[in-house]
T-cell receptor
Framework: NAGVTQTPKFRILKIGQSMTLQCTQDMNHNYMYWYRQDPGMGLKLIYYSVGAGITDKGEVPNGYNVSRSTTEDFPLRLELAAPSQTSVYFC????????????FGPGTRLTVL | KQEVTQIPAALSVPEGENLVLNCSFTDSAIYNLQWFRQDPGKGLTSLLLIQSSQREQTSGRLNASLDKSSGRSTLYIAASQPGDSATYLCAVAFSGGSNYKLTFGKGTLLTVNP
């Protein structure tokens, strides 16, 4: 199993540009999550999904969109990038959220200039 | 509000020392508590998961305890090594009001000096 994979690893965007962060898991997990991590601020949940076709907002959803058309994939879309979106983005998945551990991808480091 | 707090934010110890990292949470109604390790520039790796019905879990030199009634967990690292240097995060699956989501602490940055 590859686990949770994310692409790209690094990206620099100009203000106003858009991009999609890709996330794929091969563990057949129903639950998937997008977090952002800023220095000293911990992990903040952006969006999550409990299964294909079902998504919901986390703590900091503004400026982002997600879709979940398959169990495996959970892309995060940034529209009109802003400097405040400079961060490290992590995708994660879990099989049973009350019983299992959460698996994280390696992260995408995004800089918006 | 359901919160997870980790104190201290940073800890520096000499190699070989036994150490304890602390995690506290505001609501005793939980499904489980997890400890993660994060190396610089990397994602989080799960270390130990303690279910609500359990009191502790062990893996090698690591031992995690859970006291729901007091809202506390500790991660004990025996005979610390420089390779243990990392950020350690605690996360809780609360059973009321936080469906499907873990609540994370901000982590403790551990430095083990040779």
């Amino acid at each position: 199993n590859a686990g949770v994979t994310q692409t790209p690893k690094f990206r620099i965007l100009k203000i106003g540009q858009s991009m999609t962060l890709q996330c794929t898991q091969d563990m057949n997990h129903n639950y998937m999550y997008w977090y952002r991590q800023d220095p000293g601020m911990g992990l903040k949940l952006i969006y999550y999904s409990v299964g294909a076709g079902i998504t919901d907002k986390g703590e900091v959803p503004n400026g982002y969109n997600v879709s979940r058309s398959t169990t495996e994939d959970f892309p995060l879309r940034l529209e009109l990038a802003a400097p405040s979106q400079t961060s490290v983005y992590f995708c994660a998945s879990i099989g049973g959220w009350t019983t299992d551990t959460q698996y994280f991808g390696p992260g995408t480091r995004l800089t918006v200039l | 509000k359901q919160e997870v707090t980790q104190i201290p934010a940073a800890l520096s110890v000499p190699e070989g020392e036994n150490l304890v990292l602390n995690c506290s949470f505001t609501d005793s109604a939980i499904y489980n508590l997890q400890w993660f390790r994060q190396d610089p520039g990397k994602g989080l790796t799960s270390l130990l998961l303690i279910q609500s019905s359990q009191r502790e879990q062990t893996s090698g030199r690591l031992n995690a305890s859970l006291d729901k009634s007091s809202g506390r967990s500790t991660l004990y690292i025996a005979a610390s090594q420089p390779g243990d240097s990392a950020t350690y995060l605690c996360a809780v699956a609360f059973s009321g009001g936080s469906n499907y989501k873990l609540t994370f602490g901000k982590g403790t940055l551990l430095t083990v000096n040779p």
